[in-house]
Structures are given as structure tokens and as C-alpha cells.
């Protein structure tokens, strides 16, 4: 059972819009939540991560949202850029040090 | 600065094989773990040890062993290589501190012929 979705494995959005990617988690017990980001052939780098006890983190063009009654939370990227191209995970922890992610989220920026 | 390290890059496997992936972290980070990643299934969390002297398992443990050598060291083992284990291997280890991010090494590409 997948505790971390991420329902569209591919989005493609213009240079300069906003691109918002989307994470849905079933486990009311995560208190920590991260993105990351793969390049190909690279390993994933860290992003931007948001505690249970706030519902917005921002850091520069990257914003979190987190929406706990709706167990969704969301990224953010304004505005997009070419070199935001790549795949996005999101990640959810609790207490523990489990960190589970989802099955990633293919962002292309249209030049 | 190094940050986490994995060997080998890429390697061949016949199945029944055996072979150990090595892993080393130089932040003197507690956690270390091993994850898979395979189209269409995300990163997916084999082993993981939170500290010197301890694993557990992941989501995904069947067919692995591992070995939290010391602080430093995370080894993960194929003892008998099958297909199904063709994936790409990324190990991790995580901070203590306040973020509880975890920092991934570059990937392990392993094919099971």
C-alpha cells in the first residue's frame, strides 16, 4: 500500500509560469515532509521540507504547502525555469527514521 | 566535499551471483539507508540503520542484506543476484540535527543478466 502518492508522473509547463506538483500521503502520523530533486544519472537533492506544525515554507522560488486535514501537500516553483527541468519526489517521515518517498513526478520547463 | 559515497558505479551481475555495495558517509551522520529506485515505483527503502549497531528493514528487504559496519560505513549484499534486482541503488545517511534531511549518494546502476 503506498503511503506517499504522487498521481501525475509527468508535467509540462512554460517558462516563467508557475509549476505546482502534488503529493498525497494516507498515514496521519507523518510529521515531516521533504522534496527532492533527480537530475538524470545523479542522485536526489535536497529541496525544501515543511514540519507537520507549519503550513507553508518558502525558499526563494520554492514554496510548500501543506494542507494537513487533506493529507496533500504541494511544491510550488515560481517562476519556472529550464533548469527545473527534472524528476521531483516528495518524502514523509514520522519520528522514526523511515523516510518513505513517492514514485516521483517528471517536470519539464518549455523554453 | 565528499558527503556520501558509493562503489561501484555500474556493474554486471550473472544471476546467482553474490556481490556487496559499499557505502560511506563522511558527516558523521547516525542514519544510513539504502533505497531503490525502478521506473515507475519512486524510491523505495530497502534497509536502514538510525545508528552504529542497529538495521531494520524497509519496504522492500527481500533478497538484501546489509551491514552498518560503523558510523561511517553502510553495506548492502545480494547473496544470490536475480533480475528483478536490476535497479539503481542510492544510499543515504541523514543529520541528527534540526531538518532531518537526508543527503543522497550519486547511485550504484546494477543490471542482473
Known amino acids: 500500500d503506498q503511503q506517499v502518492k504522487q498521481n501525475s508522473p509527468s508535467l509540462s509547463v512554460q517558462e516563467g509560469r508557475i509549476s505546482i506538483l502534488n503529493c498525497d500521503y494516507t498515514?496521519?502520523?507523518?510529521?515531516?515532509f521533504l522534496w527532492y530533486k533527480k537530475y538524470p544519472a545523479e542522485g536526489p537533492t535536497f529541496l525544501i521540507s515543511?514540519?507537520?506544525?507549519?503550513d507553508k515554507n518558502e525558499d526563494g522560488r520554492f514554496t510548500v504547502f501543506l494542507n494537513k486535514s487533506a493529507k496533500h501537500l504541494s511544491l510550488h516553483i515560481v517562476p519556472s525555469q529550464p533548469g527545473d527541468s527534472a524528476v521531483y519526489f516528495c518524502?514523509?517521515?514520522?519520528?522514526?527514521?523511515?523516510?518513505?518517498f513517492g514514485t516521483g513526478t517528471r517536470l519539464k520547463v518549455l523554453a | 566535499n565528499a558527503g556520501v559515497t558509493q562503489t561501484p558505479k555500474f556493474q554486471v551481475l550473472k544471476t546467482g551471483q553474490s556481490m556487496t555495495l559499499q557505502c560511506a558517509q563522511d558527516?558523521?551522520?547516525?542514519?544510513m539507508y539504502w533505497y531503490r529506485q525502478d521506473p515507475g515505483m519512486g524510491l523505495r527503502l530497502i534497509y536502514y540503520?538510525?545508528?552504529?549497531?542497529?538495521?531494520d528493514k524497509g519496504e522492500v528487504p527481500n533478497g538484501y542484506n546489509v551491514s552498518r559496519l560503523n558510523k561511517r560505513e553502510f553495506s548492502l549484499r545480494l547473496e544470490s543476484a536475480a533480475p528483478s534486482q536490476t535497479s539503481v541503488y542510492f544510499c543515504?545517511?541523514?543529520?541528527?540535527?534540526?531538518?532531518?534531511?537526508?543527503?543522497f549518494g550519486e547511485g550504484s546502476w546494477l543490471t542482473v543478466v
Open positions: 558527516m558523521n551522520h547516525n542514519s
Open positions: 518524502a514523509a517521515s514520522f519520528r522514526t527514521y523511515k523516510y518513505i
Open positions: 498515514n496521519s502520523m507523518f510529521d515531516y
Open positions: 515543511i514540519s507537520s506544525i507549519k
Open positions: 543515504a545517511s541523514r543529520s541528527s540535527g534540526s531538518g532531518n534531511t537526508i543527503y
Open positions: 540503520s538510525a545508528s552504529e549497531g542497529t538495521t
